[in-house]
């Protein structure tokens, strides 16, 4: 037990998730209300032995930012300036402390650092592109680059996602060799996924194997088969009967979203490439047992189509030349390009 | 790209983290946080607070193309939601047409909504759809220029403690209806309504907010009011109607607010308040009420003064005074300064007052007795500070002269003659 010290103060004794213990002054301690509350509701903390665990996701160094900060903010007389001022030096943190720190102030409840620290990470966020942001915080650009097209579109005029189109046209080929690799390796496993899943639907309604269950991708036919079942009769969304461009977006087979054809038109308004076959919609298809194929093509063609819709005119030169057979979307969006109108190719 | 170079530091917080960090961010870059990486393709669709404004306009020069974009990008928006919407703002000056209002309307209506607040458009009034009035758990409403009809059915809104009607068209009987039916409402505004008369019940109100033209304000069942804030402005045929009103508009207004502890009174608030008062009576003490701001008052009228002594004689507790003269200047010379020494009661001390700002000072008689009257009888009083209209600038230093010579109760009082910056 701690010695009486002649100014009597008492502390309070905490234990991190690595295993060490330290002894903090009681007042810092209780500003914390999780702390505050294990100590009054079971009266944990007053000794080495009886150490309160603090949760896994305080550490000891991020513990000692923490109780600086209660050290701080706990003196009652101190002025709303000066509280601001040792706010705005306090966050002055690399991102990853900030992300844990951020993350040990919610576990232990603390909620005007967990404003303050997400005020912080927020201004990391606001008003820069993607890179940067992915940049700042390692995330993994594991999107496909059509995936990344589809989520809502404000509008193609903004200069930071015409930049971004740009970025992309120029990463397209990168990416293709990247996924050509990746590709055999995360099929196998993807295809695993969906075919254990495929095999249950299959085995559930008896239907007959290789249509239904197949990894739709593969085969043009098919694919267009389903698409025309698919279809709504308002949608612009073409056939992208194209290639090895990307692989196949299985993600959100994997996530468990059920994604479903084309839904509404009045979200395919204004032709922008929005997020149709991400939707979580999916009662209407269910009967159709055609789901993880169709999902896949409709994805690839959402996606091309949006590619196609965002990349930069000259790439598109390129590709047309290259690749022949495509159809070119109709496009009418709002920086005032018009229809690309299809020169009549395919028969559909 | 680079998934190695680094562990990912953030996609893995819970998502109470993830969704305090964007609602700190305009909500264009909230969505836009779905391209980053595969984990964060969702995470901003649950966000519970969806706050739309100009941050989310993307610059264009055609406005029907901003206006509609934006459009689709709030219906975007709630349609890619996931879970419940606890607050949305809307504030724009384009004006969505009825149909989407009303679609978005009914659609928040249905996702637990709590946090309502539209101000759209800058000269047109939007028709509010009878789902607004459907929603159960709202707590907190703003609508700006719309026009209200609650539906027959309408119970009241069981949780609202926050309702803020500015430019709304509204029948003055509904409008008392939905506010007594709104049993925990605690904060309530009320801007720029046309000569209402309204009776206000709203047992655990606590802020009251007016402006506009009002003919009659009563409040009778507001026993908790802590804040008082009133604009009155005043049409001619709001003034007749002043002069014929019956009763005593003070004790129907500050009669049953005990609990005042601030009290903010503009323009026409103390004539308003003046009609029907006696002089001499102060049935009601208010003993938390410690600021007291008075704008425009005139020291010309005798009944003003009087509301405005009565006012801070029923205050014993009183600690800062801000009031501030009506320029409207009559040619009148009679003053019946008299008054201040045989009908006022001279053994009123204002214990507690340690702070009096004047402004608009022109240095009539009775600003300059009721100065000499304050600082008499505030014996902790502070701060005096004084401060001249800009039309006076001749007798400023007779008038500084006058004050300063006056006998003051508190050996702390500092006067202060001070010209203010235009």
């Known amino acids: 037990m701690a010695v009486v010290k002649p100014e009597m103060k008492s502390y309070i004794w905490l234990q991190t998730a690595d295993g060490s213990i330290q002894q903090v002054e009681e007042e810092v301690a209780m500003y914390c209300p999780m702390i505050c509350r294990e100590v009054l509701q079971t009266g944990m903390g007053s000794s080495k032995n009886y150490a309160i665990s603090l949760p896994q996701r305080v550490n000891a160094a991020i513990l000692g930012l923490i109780l600086d900060y209660c050290r701080f903010h706990q003196v009652a007389g101190r002025s709303n300036k000066e509280r601001k001022i040792f706010d705005e030096k306090f966050i002055r943190l690399d991102t990853k402390k900030l992300c844990e720190l951020t993350s040990a102030a919610d576990s232990l409840q603390l909620r005007p650092l967990v404003d303050l620290t997400s005020r912080a990470l927020a201004r990391m966020i606001e008003g ?85 269950c197949a990894r739709a991708p593969k085969s043009k036919k098919k694919n267009r088969r389903r698409k025309e079942q698919a279809k709504s009769s308002s949608t612009n969304n073409e056939t992208g009967n194209h290639n090895q461009e990307s692989n196949c977006p299985t993600s959100s087979c994997l996530n468990g979203d059920v994604p479903s054809p084309s839904k509404p038109s009045e979200l395919q308004d204004s032709a922008s490439v929005k997020f149709s076959s991400k939707l979580d919609f999916d009662d209407g298809d269910i009967d159709e047992e055609l789901d993880p194929a169709m999902k896949e093509e409709i994805d690839r063609e959402v996606e091309d189509f949006a590619r196609r819709l965002n990349s930069v005119w000259p790439e598109r030169i390129e590709e047309i030349l290259s690749l022949g057979q495509e159809r070119r979307p109709l496009s009418v969006n709002g920086n005032g390009s018009l229809k690309r109108c299809t020169a009549g190719l395919d028969g559909r | 790209m680079d998934t ?54 993307i610059p264009c020069n055609d406005k029907s193309i901003v206006s509609c974009n934006l459009v689709n990008f709030i219906t975007r928006c709630l349609f890619l939601h996931d879970g419940p919407i606890h ?13 989407d209002l009303d679609q978005w309307l009914l659609f928040l209506s249905r996702k637990d909504i709590k946090e309502l607040i539209i101000d759209i458009g800058e000269d047109d009034w939007f028709r509010a759809p009878s789902c607004v009035f459907f929603c159960p758990k709202l707590t907190h409403l703003v609508l700006v220029r719309c026009e209200l009809n609650p539906p027959p059915n309408f119970k009241g809104f069981l949780y609202l403690k926050h309702l803020s009607l500015q430019q709304v068209i509204i029948p003055p009987h509904d409008i008392e209806v939905l506010i007594s039916s709104c049993p925990l409402l605690e904060s309530l505004t009320l801007s ?231």
């Not at chain 1, 080929?173 to 254990?196: F, I, T």
Request: contains cysteine.
């Open chain 1, 128 to 212: 820069k592109t993607p890179e940067e942001i992915r940049e700042t915080f390692h995330l993994p650009d594991d999107l496909t680059e059509e995936e990344k097209l589809e989520p809502l579109r404000n509008m193609t005029d903004d200069p930071r996602i015409r930049l971004l189109n740009r970025l992309y046209a120029r990463k397209r080929k990168e990416l293709k060799e990247r996924e050509k690799l990746k590709n055999v390796e995360a099929e196998e496993e993807q295809h695993v996924d969906e075919r254990s899943v495929d095999d249950l639907l299959c085995f559930i309604n008896g239907a007959d194997e290789d249509s239904k």
């Open chain 2, 4 to 57: 190695d170079s680094g562990r990912d530091l953030i996609s893995d917080l819970p998502q109470s983290i993830i969704e305090s960090i964007l609602i700190k961010v305009p909500l264009l870059d909230a969505v836009r946080t779905s391209i980053l990486s595969r984990k964060w393709r969702y995470k901003w669709a649950t966000i519970t607070q969806l706050v739309f404004n100009d941050t989310c306009l």
């Open chain 2, 87 to 99: 607050k949305f703002e809307l504030n724009t000056s384009y004006s969505p047409t009825s149909p």
């Open chain 2, 192 to 422: 720029y309504f046309d000569s209402l008369e309204l009776t206000i019940r709203a047992p655990n109100l606590k802020y009251l907010n007016l402006e506009g033209e009002f003919k009659d304000i009563r409040l009778e069942n507001t026993p908790c009011l802590v804040g008082i804030s009133v604009a009155m402005y005043m049409t001619d045929d709001i003034a007749e109607h002043f002069e014929q009103s019956s009763g005593c508009n003070f004790d129907k207004f500050l009669g049953g607010v005990p609990c005042l502890e601030r009290l903010i009174g503009h323009i026409y608030f103390t004539k308003y308040l003046s009609i029907g008062n006696e002089q001499g009576s102060f049935p009601v003490i208010y003993q938390n009420l410690k600021f007291i701001e008075l704008y425009q008052v005139s020291f010309e009228d005798m009944k003003e003064l009087l509301v405005v002594l009565r006012m801070i004689v029923s205050s014993p507790n009183l600690e800062e005074l801000q009031i501030s003269s009506s320029s409207i200047t009559t040619t009148a010379d009679i003053y019946d300064l008299d008054f201040w020494e045989k009908d006022w009661p001279a053994d009123c001390t204002f214990s507690k007052l340690k702070i009096v700002h004047m402004t608009d000072f022109s240095g009539l008689p009775h600003e300059i007795a009721f100065i000499k009257f304050l600082l008499g009888h505030s014996p902790v009083l502070e701060q005096m500070i004084v401060a001249p209209t800009i039309y006076v600038t001749d007798k400023v230093v007779k008038m500084l002269i006058d004050l300063l010579t006056f006998r003051r109760a508190s050996p702390l009082a500092t006067v202060k003659f001070v010209q203010e910056p235009l």
